[in-house]
């Protein structure tokens, strides 16, 4: 029997990705809530609302899409691996930009460019100069 109401491919699909993400069932943490919206009745009187806490990471998530708790159960796991995986790269993207901004820091100027940074602050103290109060005699 499968835990959820997919296919046994798309279930082992979703089982691939929280493995190699090192996402386990016994690091979620899973409650029902009652939905709201559409739905009556059993949106109404039915917990089918999925709320996920993966706990070493911190992400959460919420769904009630469906009004099926087993399939909500199903798209939140695919929420929370989404979420961790955009996680994951927005971690890696900014070290990488960290690295790129250090090698630019760190390397050295042209003659050229050098030679324009001069001229741009001599001519910014000329006109620091020319702000001074003037001397009363």
């Not at 949106?43 to 706990?55: E, G, I, P, Y």
């Not at 995986?85 to 690295?99: L, S």
Request: aromatic share 2%; charged share 35%; hydrophobic share 35%.
């Amino acid at each position: 029997m499968s835990a959820f109401p997919v296919s046994p491919e798309r279930e082992a699909q979703l089982l691939r990705r929280m493995a190699s993400l090192g996402v386990r069932e016994s690091d979620i943490e899973e409650s029902f809530v009652r939905s709201g919206g559409h739905g009556g009745q059993n949106v109404n009187k039915v917990a089918t609302c999925v709320m996920l806490l993966h706990r070493p990471s911190g992400v959460q998530v919420k769904c009630q899409e469906t009004r099926q708790q087993g399939m909500n159960r199903y798209i939140a796991r695919r929420l929370l691996v989404e979420k961790i995986e955009e996680q994951r790269r927005n971690r890696a993207a900014a070290e990488r930009a960290r690295i790129e901004k250090a090698r630019r820091q760190k390397r050295k100027r042209s003659a050229g460019a050098k030679e324009r940074m001069l001229a741009n602050k001599s001519r910014q103290s000329e006109k620091k100069r020319f702000r001074r109060a003037v001397p009363m005699d």
